[in-house]
């Protein structure tokens, strides 16, 4: 039977590379994301993929969504809990709250509406179960400077993977998370001319191309039931993680 998955954030950057590489492999795919014609750029020349704008904030709109997965597909195999956003970096102190919540809605609310209905919809589907692969980021374990609602958001990422992956094994459902460091999407072209480092300099930052995320995310989605990844890092080989700070 043809796996099917969601994948949120699919108009750009890591959701588009994956959406495509997923839709190449014979997956039935569903995108989501705010734009719609983003979405269906990134459809483009594929047949087994669903377009369903959304805004992951939105409660109601995600419980839309996964009635059109449920009614369309009747399962879902994978969730790919993509969505994210960032602000500038700045002292905690200059960060206005309105760009706070903007950040904890989509990275932290966004990330748990969509995977409570995914959670849902494969512990009541039959067969039972599936598999939820969390967006996190190098930021999950160590800060960029100026970077509290982002870092912030994604330490909370990790804390949703560990529950996931505990709370789904009555349910065979495996939860795990990709760490991304320096991916060259649009989000991730500033590194290409210079950004703060921890003892106060600018430096260029070497970059990977996006194409190597998704093959990851392939990789942890096609693990048969009875494996996972729990959590995975994929970065360009010279960038200043190891050692940051």
Not at 81 to 94: C, L, Q, S, Y
Not at 194 to 217: I, K, L, N, R
Request: net charge neutral; hydrophobic share 45%.
């Amino acid at each position: 039977m043809t796996k099917s998955i969601l994948i949120t954030g699919a108009g750009s950057g890591i959701g588009r590379a994956t959406a495509r590489r997923f839709l190449d492999a014979g997956w039935r795919v569903a995108l989501t994301g705010r734009r719609a014609d983003a979405l269906h750029e990134t459809a483009a020349g594929h047949t087994a993929v669903l377009v369903v704008p959304c805004d992951v904030t939105d409660e109601t709109a995600v419980d839309a969504l996964y009635a059109r997965i449920a009614e369309e597909w009747g399962r879902l195999d994978v969730l790919f809990n993509n969505a994210g956003t960032n602000v500038a970096g700045r002292p905690i102190d200059e960060i206005p709250v309105a760009e706070w919540r903007q950040v904890c809605d989509v990275n932290i609310t966004g990330m748990f509406l969509v995977a409570r209905q995914a959670f849902g919809m494969m512990r009541r589907q039959s067969p039972q179960g599936g598999r939820i692969i969390n967006n996190g980021s190098i930021s999950a374990h160590v800060p960029r400077p100026g970077s509290a609602p982002y870092t912030m958001s994604k330490h909370a990422v990790t804390g949703l993977t560990r529950t996931l992956s505990l709370d789904g094994r009555p349910f065979n459902i495996a939860c795990g998370q990709i760490d991304i460091g320096n991916a060259l999407t649009d989000m991730a072209v500033a590194m290409t001319h210079g950004v703060p480092q921890a003892d106060g300099a600018m430096a260029v930052e070497p970059v990977m191309d996006p194409a190597c995320v998704a093959d990851a995310v392939l990789h942890m989605a096609s693990l048969p039931p009875d494996a996972n990844v729990a959590f995975m890092t994929v970065m360009a080989t010279k960038m200043p993680f190891i050692g940051r700070g």
